[in-house]
């Protein structure tokens, strides 16, 4: 193990350091989505979009990865490539930073460490496509994100467009009530259901504008205690979503195939959201990307409403 530069560290990137010292906003975005929740080489196209959705919308880009070993906030062109493209890239979430800043790993990272990354910089802000949850069968497997327990304990806003359907939508969010972490519908009284609009779950809380998601941030910041995340949960536009028939037939194909492969831990989401891609001829994945498309303009808008 290599000795770490504990004042090395996160290495925030210089465009997102000046932006966050002079109170500009910043949108933070994971790169797990980018390396294994999107299938390569149009992956990259995606990572640079999602940067410039960022920058149209007025504020600054923050991809966060580590890099060997290094924590990184704001990703220049090489770095986003290699997180895109490398075969060294692993999949890190909260618990995993620790050991890939000791072995020198490279890796990209899920929303617990990406939300635990950005907020420690300062960031208020983060988007993603969709958050971790509690996994179908957790009775069994007790199989439930680390996104959801890191969630409770750092001040952050993730715009996302709710969980996927291949989780347990209800349970996800009891989880999220138990463990204290506000959830805000945008626009919408029902939880989003990611591919599809609708999850058929009621959200106590409706944000109507992004001035008024920026006004709970506020709140948070002036209620001051221990700090906790808030899910700003944003439907996919209705002519962009998957056709709910065609998504309910083959979701049931997917957890079938999870099942008798026998596939477990981190790589149970990755697959089965390449076995929808696969099914559905590429539908879901058009319907993941217009969902992030729309999430990312979304924090945008919210960061610069933060900020003013
Ligand atoms: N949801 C998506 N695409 C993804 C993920 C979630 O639509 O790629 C990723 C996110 O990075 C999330 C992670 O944090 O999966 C959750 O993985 P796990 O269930 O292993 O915690
Ligand atoms: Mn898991």
């Known amino acids: 193990m290599t000795k770490v530069a504990g004042e090395r560290l996160p290495g925030v990137s210089d465009e997102v350091r000046r932006a966050l010292d002079r109170g500009r906003p910043v949108v933070a975005l994971e790169s797990t989505i980018i390396a294994h929740g999107l299938p390569r080489p149009g992956n990259l196209d995606v990572a640079r979009e999602l940067e410039e959705l960022v920058r149209d919308g007025g504020a600054v880009p923050a991809t966060v990865a580590v ?32 050991p890939a800043v000791a072995t020198g790993a490279s890796g990209a990272t899920t929303v617990s460490a990406t939300a635990f990354l950005a907020a420690r910089a300062g960031i208020r802000v983060f988007a993603t496509g969709g958050l971790g949850g509690v996994h179908r069968g957790w009775t069994r497997t007790q199989d439930e ?26 349970a996800t969010l009891q989880r999220l009530e138990t463990l204290g972490v506000g959830v805000l519908g945008f626009r919408t009284r029902e939880f989003p259901g990611f591919y599809c609009r609708g999850s058929g779950e009621p959200v106590d809380w409706t944000a109507d504008s992004a001035a008024e998601v920026a006004d709970v941030l506020r709140a948070q910041d002036v209620l ?14 209705a002519d962009q979503q998957l056709d709910p028939a065609l998504h309910d037939r083959v979701l049931a194909d997917a957890l079938a195939a999870c099942e008798r492969e026998k596939v477990t831990g981190q790589a149970v989401t990755p697959f089965l959201l390449d076995h929808l891609v696969r099914h559905t001829h ?23 409403a933060y900020a003013s």
Do not use: T
Not at 145 to 170: H, M
Not at 290 to 296: E, K, L, Q, T
């Open 67 to 98: 890099l060997d070993g290094r924590p990184r906030i704001g990703l220049d062109e090489a770095q986003l490539a290699r997180v895109a493209g490398g075969d060294d890239i692993r999949k890190l979430g909260h618990r995993d930073l620790a």
């Open 224 to 237: 001051g205690g221990p700090p906790s995340g808030l899910i700003v949960a944003n439907p996919v536009p």
């Open 282 to 304: 590429g539908a879901s994945l058009e319907a993941n990307l217009a969902a992030v498309r729309n999430n990312v303009r979304l924090a945008a808008r919210i960061a610069v």
């Open 145 to 170: 994100s680390a996104d959801l327990r890191l969630l409770a304990g750092v001040r952050i806003a993730v715009v996302c467009a709710g969980v996927k359907s291949v989780l347990d939508v209800p």
